[in-house]
């Protein structure tokens, strides 16, 4: 038996897009699942625009502002994906009133918001959901099964970079409705809370907790237009960060983010180095996982002949993690599934009656570490996370 899901979506950019299309195709390439998405109301302060948007999506109506969608008995799931500011206010009001609850990473703009949050919702009892979506590449998920699979052994060393290079040019604006990620007041960070978030959440899924890092940030230009005053203000956000960190298990970590790598669009890669193998990813090359097996798992006895090396798993097969939804094997999936097959599991667990992860909890415990970064560059020292174990 199926059962309508009333989606509300908040807002109309980058994510409004991604999610819409992740409700408008989840059942059908998920027709197990009972949950039937219905895109119910679309919200956007710009009426004209969030027409626009809403018929090419096919929401059934519109509203310009979102405590009118929380109020409404037609609504079960509110979909943040507004600005960091907006998160904690939304999410708090939403989970009040016994909405379901998907968010936008970063959770909210510092620990405090995410406790709050993390409190409001679980007093609520919503199911709740926080959109990130690389754990979702089936190349990553594959980099889990492996790691959970004891095929590294040993963890020594996890490293991850995040590079783009979209603000190199001094003329670049801030804030507004377009450049809200280079105003602190609405992203509260640069490149930690919007790109090291993505890299620190996958490193915990993958690694487990960290515990200290020490952290180095940098603004390379100091001072740019802001869209909404007109005046030239001081920069605010981290334009790049490099931190090390120490992970629970005993493993070393090095993290490094910035919007100043020429050349580098989306360039999100991670590698881990364990007793027993070693494991290697690069978005702009998503399809791929690198696997290099030094012990065999089934014999115990280490691969070392003349053919020893690093596999490039082409991750397309109906074995490997989402893929028997999907196409069939040789046929790549891209950006958009991830969200889809992020919602599929959602909804399968919640059908479940499990924990579906990562949810605020997951998600307030990536923002202690962020937090931490950042004090860490302030204070230039380590710092303890304090992260969950
Ligand atoms: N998971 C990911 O990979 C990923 C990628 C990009 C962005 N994000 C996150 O998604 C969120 C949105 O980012 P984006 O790139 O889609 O931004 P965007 O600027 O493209 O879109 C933001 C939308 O929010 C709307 N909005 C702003 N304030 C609002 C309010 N008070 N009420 C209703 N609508 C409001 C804007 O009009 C716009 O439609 C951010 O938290 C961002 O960090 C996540």
Redesign the pocket.
């Known amino acids: 038996m199926t059962k309508t899901l009333n989606v509300a979506m ?7 897009k991604a999610h819409s299309n992740a409700y408008a195709k989840v059942a059908h390439f998920f027709p197990e699942l009972e949950t039937r998405p219905k895109l119910q109301v679309l ?4 009426k004209a625009k969030a027409e626009a948007f809403a018929k090419i999506w096919g929401y059934e109506s519109v509203e310009t502002d ?1 405590r009118r969608v929380i109020e409404r008995d037609d609504v079960d799931l509110i979909d943040i ?4 500011n ?2 904690a206010e939304i999410a708090i009001a939403a989970a009040k009133a016994g909405k379901w609850v998907a968010c ?3 959770l909210a703009m510092n620990c405090a918001e995410a406790e709050a949050m993390t409190r409001a919702i679980k007093e609520a009892g919503v199911p709740n959901l926080v ?4 754990r979702r590449v089936p190349a990553i998920a594959l980099a889990h099964q492996i790691v959970q699979e004891k095929r590294i052994g040993r963890p020594f060393h996890y490293r991850a970079t995040y590079l783009q290079d979209w603000t190199i040019a001094e003329d670049v604006p801030q804030g507004g ?2 450049l ?1 990620r280079l105003d602190k007041d609405a992203a509260g960070s640069g490149v930690t809370g ?1 790109l090291l978030a ?1 890299s620190i959440d996958t490193a915990m899924w993958l690694n487990g907790p960290i515990t200290q890092v020490v952290a180095s940030t940098e603004t390379f230009v100091k001072e740019r237009m802001h869209q909404e005053s007109g005046k030239l203000q001081p920069v605010k956000i981290d334009d790049a960060c490099m931190f090390l960190a120490r992970f629970a298990n005993g493993s070393m970590g090095t993290f490094e983010s910035t919007r100043y790598a020429r050349g580098r669009k989306n360039f999100n890669t991670l590698e881990m180095n364990g007793e027993d193998g070693s494991l290697s990813f690069n978005l702009e090359d998503p399809q791929y996982l690198s696997f290099y097996e030094h012990t065999r798992q089934d014999t115990g006895s280490k691969v070392e002949d003349h053919l020893t090396g690093w596999r490039k798993i082409h991750v397309t097969n109906f074995e490997h993690p989402y893929m028997d939804h999907w196409w069939v094997p040789g046929c790549t999936i891209g950006y958009e599934h991830t969200f889809v097959n992020t919602l599929a599991d959602f909804l399968g667990d919640t059908e479940k009656g499990q924990r579906s992860r990562p949810d605020f909890e997951d998600a307030w415990q990536t923002q202690k570490v962020c937090d931490a970064v950042l004090k860490s560059a302030q204070e230039q020292r380590w710092i303890e996370t304090g992260v969950d174990a």
């Open positions: 908040l807002g109309y950019g980058f994510m409004g919200c956007g302060r710009d979102w994906g507004t600005p960091n907006t998160h936008e990473k970063p959109w990130y979506n690389y409705a377009t809200w919007d993505h």
